[in-house]
């Protein structure tokens, strides 16, 4: 039997109400290849801040990075509340675990699943991943701002990128979409303006694309890749792409392809040195939190990913064959269901055969 340590972060807002649900599924959906998981919950977020002061202290990072996996809902207060004004969680929270924990492959797959509605009216097929660099960008917080508040301020946000950080995650990409049928990257920029950045991801994509004679490589603007997300989706297989960019692009793809409560990701150290984290792309939605409003199926697909990215292929494959059956199936009910009958009727799929 394997035994499988997971760092569990439910967060704030609807964090704590969809990472019920998914761990639910993640143990249904183990228990006949006899694997257990042994969980550790992480307090953390806006609440823990307003509570203790504390955003992500060294014993906690040093914790979770003792563990396989991590499983994280939501982090993030009410937009705009004065007591968080100077906690920064998602800076000090969410990047800081991701660039400390090396997560240079920020994975966010796009799927149209059958009978969900699509707000285009011809969508076509929707089947498309983003690789979004997860360590570098305008994200490093390389910036800074002079005479702030008077007339004269100027405030800097500089994007950093490295050869290195650039080169191995385009690497990641091509391998990905060489590993898929249609075996096509787009890489998205904006090289017209950002000529640098530009440049190095131009160059280094040519330069690995010559290693990889089966996959067909184009390349778009930014703003360009916008209009075809909403014209013509089913282009893009592989979408490689910078920190900022692939961030609103995921949030428009995931509008095109069902809507956020469907979108999952996963935030990778591919060489397995630190554990890999797991999360849905939507942040703790405090508009509808606490009422079981909130769709945890973005969040049960990302322990999909999160069962994939462990090798535990055929357990991923349950859970992804029970969430299209779900989606399916809601569709046909009309009403809508609250969170955790929509993770109980996902477990069932798993555990009853004769349903699924
Ligand atoms: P949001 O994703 O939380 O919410 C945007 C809209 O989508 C809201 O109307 C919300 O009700 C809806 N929504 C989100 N998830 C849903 C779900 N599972 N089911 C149904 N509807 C859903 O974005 P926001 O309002 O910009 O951010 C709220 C807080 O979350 C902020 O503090 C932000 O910084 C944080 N945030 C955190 C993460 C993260 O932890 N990974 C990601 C994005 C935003
Ligand atoms: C996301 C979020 C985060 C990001 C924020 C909360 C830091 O929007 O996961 O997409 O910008 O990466
Ligand atoms: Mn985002």
Do not use: C
């Given at each position: 039997?394997t035994?499988?340590?997971l760092?569990v972060?439910p967060?704030?807002?609807?964090?704590?109400?969809v990472?019920?649900e998914a761990v639910?599924?993640?143990e249904?959906?183990?228990?006949?290849?006899?694997v257990?998981?042994d969980?550790t919950w992480?307090s953390l977020g806006a609440?823990r801040?307003?509570?203790t002061g504390?955003v992500l202290?060294d014993?906690d990072l040093t914790a979770?990075?003792?563990?396989?996996?991590i499983?994280?809902?939501?982090?993030?207060?009410?937009p705009?509340?004065p007591?968080?004004a100077?906690a920064?969680i998602?800076?000090?929270?969410?990047?800081?675990l991701r660039?400390?924990?090396?997560?240079y492959v920020?994975?966010r797959?796009?799927?149209?699943?059958p009978g969900?509605p699509?707000?285009?009216?011809?969508p076509?097929?929707?089947?498309?991943?983003?690789?979004?660099e997860?360590?570098?960008?305008?994200?490093?917080?390389?910036?800074?701002?002079?005479?702030?508040?008077?007339a004269h301020?100027?405030?800097?946000?500089?994007s950093?990128?490295?050869?290195f950080?650039v080169e191995r995650?385009v690497?990641?990409?091509?391998?990905?979409?060489?590993a898929?049928?249609?075996r096509?990257?787009?890489?998205?920029h904006?090289t017209?303006?950002?000529v640098?950045?530009g440049?190095?991801?131009?160059?280094i994509v040519?330069?690995v694309?010559?290693?990889?004679?089966?996959?067909?490589?184009?390349?778009l603007?930014v703003?360009?890749?916008?209009?075809?997300l909403?014209?013509n989706?089913?282009?893009?297989?592989?979408?490689v792409?910078?920190?900022?960019?692939?961030?609103i692009?995921?949030d428009?793809?995931a509008?095109i392809?069902?809507?956020?409560?469907l979108?999952?990701?996963?935030?990778i150290n591919?060489e397995?040195r630190?554990?890999s984290?797991?999360e849905?792309?939507?942040?703790s939605a405090?508009?509808i939190?606490?009422k079981?409003?909130?769709?945890?199926?973005a969040?049960?697909?990302s322990?999909?990913?999160?069962?994939?990215?462990l090798g535990?292929?055929?357990?991923?494959?349950?859970?992804s064959?029970?969430?299209?059956?779900?989606?399916v199936a809601?569709a046909?009910?009309?009403?809508?269901?609250?969170t955790?009958?929509v993770?109980?009727?996902?477990?069932?799929r798993l555990?009853?055969k004769?349903?699924q």
């Open positions: 039997s035994l499988i340590k760092a972060i967060g704030d807002g609807i964090g704590p109400e990472v019920a639910k599924v993640l249904a959906a183990t228990v006949a290849d006899d257990t998981f969980a992480f609440a801040f307003l509570e504390d202290t014993e979770i990075a003792g563990h396989d996996a499983l994280l809902g939501a982090v993030g207060g009410v705009g509340d007591r968080l100077d920064n998602e800076r000090g929270l969410l990047l800081k660039f400390s924990l090396d997560h920020n994975l797959p796009s799927v149209l699943f969900v699509s707000p285009l009216a011809a076509g097929n929707v089947d498309f991943v983003v690789v979004r997860g360590t570098e960008g305008p994200y490093v917080g390389n910036g800074g701002a002079i005479r702030q508040g008077t301020e100027v405030a800097n946000e500089v950093v990128n490295t050869a950080g995650v690497r990641y990409a091509f391998a990905k979409a060489q898929r049928p249609r096509h990257l787009t890489l998205v904006k017209n303006v950002l640098f950045a440049s190095l991801w131009q160059r040519i330069a694309a010559a290693e990889y004679p089966d996959v067909t490589v184009d390349y603007h703003d360009a890749a916008t209009i075809f909403v014209s989706p089913s282009r893009f297989d592989v979408i792409t910078d920190n900022l960019f692939g961030d692009l995921t428009l793809a509008a392809s069902g809507g956020i409560g979108a999952a990701s996963g935030n591919p397995g630190f554990p984290m797991f849905p792309v939507h942040g405090p508009d939190a606490g079981q409003l909130a769709d945890p199926t969040a049960i697909l322990v999909a990913l999160l069962l994939e990215h535990q292929t055929d357990a991923a494959a349950r859970v064959a029970a969430v299209t059956a779900d989606i809601r046909a009910l009309g009403t809508p269901r609250s955790s009958a993770g109980d009727a996902i477990v069932t555990t009853d004769g349903i």
